[in-house]
T-cell receptor, first 114, second 112 residues
Framework: AQKVTQAQTEISVVEKEDVTLDCVYE???????LFWYKQPPSGELVFLIR??????QNEISGRYSWNFQKSTSSFNFTITASQVVDSAVYFC???????????FGQGTRLTINP | DTAVSQTPKYLVTQMGNDKSIKCEQN?????MYWYKQDSKKFLKIMFS???????INETVPNRFSPKSPDKAHLNLHINSLELGDSAVYFC???????????FGPGTRLTVT
C-alpha cells in the first residue's frame, strides 16, 4: 500500500523567510508519481507540480522549488522569500502506475505573517 | 471557462434526505474522480471513472452512487444522508491515470 506522511501539521513564519515543507512517501512500486497541491483559504485545490520516479532532477519555478530524493523517499517543497499569499494548506500526494487514484498526505498548514 | 465545475457549492440538508452533486469538466479528460475531505482536511478517494466506467470504489457505503452519463460528467447521488456525511466533496479529472488531477471548487455538504 502507498502512504504519504507530512509530519509538519502547521508552520508559521514571517514574510520573506524561506520555508520548507517536508513530504515522505512509501511505496514498493518502482514507477510512481509525486504531486504537490495548494489549498488556499478559498478552498480550491491547485495543482503545483508532478514528478515521476525516474526523474530526480530538482525543479524550480519562481520562488518555488522541489527536492526529490529517492534515497530518503522524500519530495520536499521550498518557498523562497515567502509572501502572505502563500498562506494555505499544502498537500503532497502519490500515485503508482495504473492506480488511478491519488493518496494524499495529511497536509501542512502554512501561515505567512506580515 | 471553468475547467472543472461542481454544483451546488453549498448543500445543507437534514438527515435521511437524498441529494445529488453534479460535476462537469471541459478539459477533454477521460478520467474523473470523487474525493471526500473531512473536517481535519484529510482527502480520500471515493470513486474513479475512466471513459464512463467505474474503476475504483474505495469502500464507500452503498448510499453513495456515482453516475457518469458521458465522459465530461460525473455526478454523485447520496441516499439517506447521515451526520457523518458532512464534508467537502471534490470532483477531479485527469488526462490519464498517472497525470495531474484538476479539481473542482468543492461542494460543502452539511447534514443536520
Amino acid at each position: 500500500a502507498q502512504k504519504v506522511t507530512q509530519a509538519q501539521t502547521e508552520i508559521s513564519v514571517v514574510e520573506k523567510e524561506d520555508v520548507t515543507l517536508d513530504c515522505v512517501y512509501e511505496t514498493r512500486d518502482t514507477t510512481y508519481y509525486l504531486f504537490w497541491y495548494k489549498q488556499p483559504p478559498s478552498g480550491e485545490l491547485v495543482f503545483l507540480i508532478r514528478r515521476n520516479s525516474f526523474d530526480e532532477q530538482n525543479e524550480i519555478s519562481g520562488r518555488y522549488s522541489w527536492n526529490f530524493q529517492k534515497s530518503t523517499s522524500s519530495f520536499n517543497f521550498t518557498i523562497t522569500a515567502s509572501q502572505v499569499v502563500d498562506s494555505a494548506v499544502y498537500f503532497c500526494a502519490l500515485t503508482i502506475q495504473g492506480a488511478q487514484k491519488l493518496v494524499f498526505g495529511q497536509g501542512t498548514r502554512l501561515t505567512i505573517n506580515p | 471557462d471553468t475547467a472543472v465545475s461542481q454544483t451546488p457549492k453549498y448543500l445543507v440538508t437534514q438527515m435521511g434526505n437524498d441529494k445529488s452533486i453534479k460535476c462537469e469538466q471541459n478539459l477533454g479528460h477521460d478520467t474523473m474522480y470523487w474525493y471526500k475531505q473531512d473536517s481535519k482536511k484529510f482527502l480520500k478517494i471515493m470513486f474513479s471513472y475512466n471513459n464512463k466506467e467505474l474503476i475504483i470504489n474505495e469502500t464507500v457505503p452503498n448510499r453513495f452512487s456515482p453516475k457518469s452519463p458521458d465522459k465530461a460528467h460525473l455526478n454523485l447521488h447520496i441516499n439517506s444522508l447521515e451526520l457523518g456525511d458532512s464534508a467537502v466533496y471534490f470532483c477531479a479529472s485527469s488526462q490519464g491515470r498517472e497525470y495531474e488531477q484538476y479539481f473542482g471548487p468543492g461542494t460543502r455538504l452539511t447534514v443536520t
